[in-house]
């Protein structure tokens, strides 16, 4: 099993930045994709972006792209998302998520982190 606990998000005004962290325990497997996505209540959740175990595959939504940026540091079993320029719209739980599979799609992935509320004010 792979246990995901995400952390740094928070509230900020419209055009400012956050950064995600999500930190991997127990098993972690070589090979492994992780991503992260979002959902707000009465939605479904939604892909922003993903990142390669070798950390040079990236995919992000065309909603976030040249906005925020996924990373890792398999070292420290970790992967960020820094997110700047950041819009009411961003608004959303952001959830960290791990496959051996790879893709965009909510149930290709097997692990899921807790979840962590941003807040995006005008």
């Known amino acids: 099993q792979v246990q995901l606990v995400e952390s740094g998000g928070g509230l900020v005004q419209a055009g400012g930045s956050l950064k995600l962290s999500c930190e991997a325990s127990?098993?972690?497997?070589?090979?492994?994709?992780s991503a992260w996505f979002r959902q707000v209540p009465g939605k479904e959740r939604e892909f922003v972006a993903a990142?390669?175990?070798?950390?040079?595959?990236?995919t992000y939504a065309d909603s976030v792209k040249g906005r925020f940026t996924i990373s890792r540091d398999n070292a420290k079993n970790t992967v960020y998302l820094q997110m700047n320029s950041l819009k009411p719209e961003d608004t959303a739980v952001y959830y960290c998520?791990?496959?051996?599979?790879?893709?965009?799609?909510?149930?290709?992935?097997?692990?899921w982190g807790q979840g962590t509320q941003v807040t995006v004010s005008l």
């Open positions: 127990g098993r972690t497997f070589s090979r492994i994709t």
């Open positions: 990142v390669s175990w070798s950390g040079g595959g990236r």
């Open positions: 998520a791990a496959t051996l599979t790879g893709g965009t799609i909510p149930r290709r992935y097997d692990y």
